[in-house]
């Protein structure tokens, strides 16, 4: 039985990788030092014997006994509100935690994959996105931490792989939605529903010209599997190139949702990327990939799951106090 260890893996992507390689039959090794992950993503998974579960921080040295046949780094704060109230964490978990990942797959001969970003773009200045173009980035803005951590990341891994030969895979992540994502991160997607739910205005930043490119997490998983299992080593991009703007979204959200309210305008934050769609054809030549899930497939699903949880849920609007971390 081959085993797996993720790292995140009580987070959205985290948890549904879970899954998927318990569902293809490995043992699986779940890390999480729970600052934004969720225990209830996974609770489903600890009366299974091939599950095995760690509360730790990974960017503190990291001890799994027995064999590793893959690592996933999925461990990182993943929306612009989380990383801008834990930046430090969230440099560290993608240099530190990254660091003390590629030592655990060396000493297991383990293959290791990280969970890029299209935030290695940055605000990019070609459009689409292909995996040859560097990025537009600024390092000190506030999604530098996030950005930077990801960049390091990426150079990290590779020189682990051309200096020690560690067979490594890198997924450069678009927008990605679905069940489980938390409906109090800020993302455009959990904050329009929620705001549908709750009965107000939903809260469009900018002009809401800027443009996103969704994608379903059901294909997300399935382009992360086949990228793992293949013997590329080079970064490639999953993700949905299916384009809308965020006003147009926003009427999307309006109109799945039935609410009566309307679109008000906010401030747009710094240095938010104008536009973002993935060029898929690497995925498409290399893996076979492309996404299956449309946009109103995948929102419908997405809507009944947030419908599903309760008032409490839907009336924090704080994930945590991360005070108790900051210093950590
Ligand atoms: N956005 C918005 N209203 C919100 C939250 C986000 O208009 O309540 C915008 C945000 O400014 C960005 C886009 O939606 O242009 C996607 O934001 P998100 O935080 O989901 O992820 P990003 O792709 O920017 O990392």
Redesign the pocket.
Known sequence: MKRVLITGAAGFLGSHLCDRFIKEGFQVVGMDNLITGDLRNIEHLFQLKEFEFYHHDVSKFIHVPGELDYILHFASPA??IDYLKIPIQTLKVGSLGIHNCLGLARAKNARLMIASTS?VYGDPQVHPQVEEYWGHVNPVGPRGVYDEAKRFQEAMTMAYHTYHGLETRIVRIF?TYGPRMRLND????P??IGQALRGQDL????D?S?T?SFCYVDDLIEGIYRLLMSDYAQPVNIGNPDEIT?GEFAEEIIKLTGTDQKVVYKD??KD??TQ?RPDISKAKEILGWEPKVSRAEGLKITYDYFKSLSEEDLYKTEHKDFKDYIRK
Do not use: K, M
């Open positions: 929306s612009p935030e927008n800020g993302r455009v997607l904050a329009f809260t469009v930043f900018g809401g800027q996103r965020i747009l934050p938010d990327p973002r």
